[in-house]
């Protein structure tokens, strides 16, 4: 079975600090997509970024970034220059490359403060 | 503007009751499916359907029932047989059913459903 393990229930950063979400999963597959999706208060889900598993390079959109370690099977998201604007929970998600069978973890609650 | 419709945005359902959420896009999305959302956990997937006329079950299938007579609109009904039916609901499309292929392949969700049982 795949699962996704998000550790960290919660978390808060300062504003215009650094914040890193911790996310590791389990799979026997070799070919995977994963995935960081961020659903603010309004509860839409926002997809921040993707990885394919074949690709070594971390992806990187503006002050999101990932940090993969195949080996080790963590994909944390790590978030530069935190805005109030990305006060949110984060879900960690996984598939084999069939979008239908998206796996998530159980969320990490980010707080920005003043 | 494309995008997904969920409706309503609440919904009370009393016991024994059937009742349908509304899930509309216009992306021209081959693929649909419905999530639902518990408190403290993640996104579980409900059903799904790749075309018009097919869908097949998720992990969470019992209790729910699904349609896709058209290729706009995916509803989903929550019957009486569903004991725990208090949730947020999620519909989401694809444009690409079966393997994501392209690069910015990606779900877009709508904007959700709050279920709660009166």
């Known amino acids: 079975a795949q699962t996704v393990t998000q550790s960290q229930p919660e978390m808060s950063v300062q504003e215009a600090e650094t914040v890193t979400l911790s996310c590791t999963y389990d799979t026997s597959e070799n070919n995977y997509y994963l995935f960081w999706y961020k659903q603010p208060p309004s509860r839409q889900m926002i997809l921040v970024i993707r990885?394919?598993?074949?690709?070594?390079q971390n992806a990187t959109e503006n002050r999101f970034s990932v940090n993969f370690q195949k080996a080790a099977k963590s994909f944390s998201l790590k978030i530069s220059d935190s805005q109030l604007g990305d006060t949110a929970m984060y879900f960690c998600a996984f598939n084999t490359g069939t979008a239908s069978k998206l796996t998530f973890g159980t969320g990490t609650r980010l707080q920005v403060t003043l | 503007d494309g995008g997904i419709t969920q409706s309503p945005k609440y919904l009370f359902r009393k016991e024994g009751q059937n009742v349908t959420l509304s899930c509309e896009q216009n992306l021209n999305h081959d693929a649909m499916y419905w999530y639902r959302q518990d408190p403290g956990q993640g996104l579980r997937l409900i059903y799904y359907?790749?075309?018009?006329?097919?869908?097949q079950k998720g992990d969470i299938a019992e209790g729910y029932s699904v349609s896709r007579e058209k290729k706009e609109s995916f509803p989903l009904t929550v019957t009486s047989a569903q004991k725990n039916p208090t949730a947020f609901y999620l519909c989401a499309s694809s444009k690409t059913p079966g393997q994501v292929v392209a690069t910015n392949e990606k779900l877009f969700f709508g904007s959700g459903t709050q279920l709660s049982v009166l």
């Open positions: 359907s790749q075309i018009v006329n097919d869908f």
């Open positions: 990885q394919e598993a074949y690709k070594q």
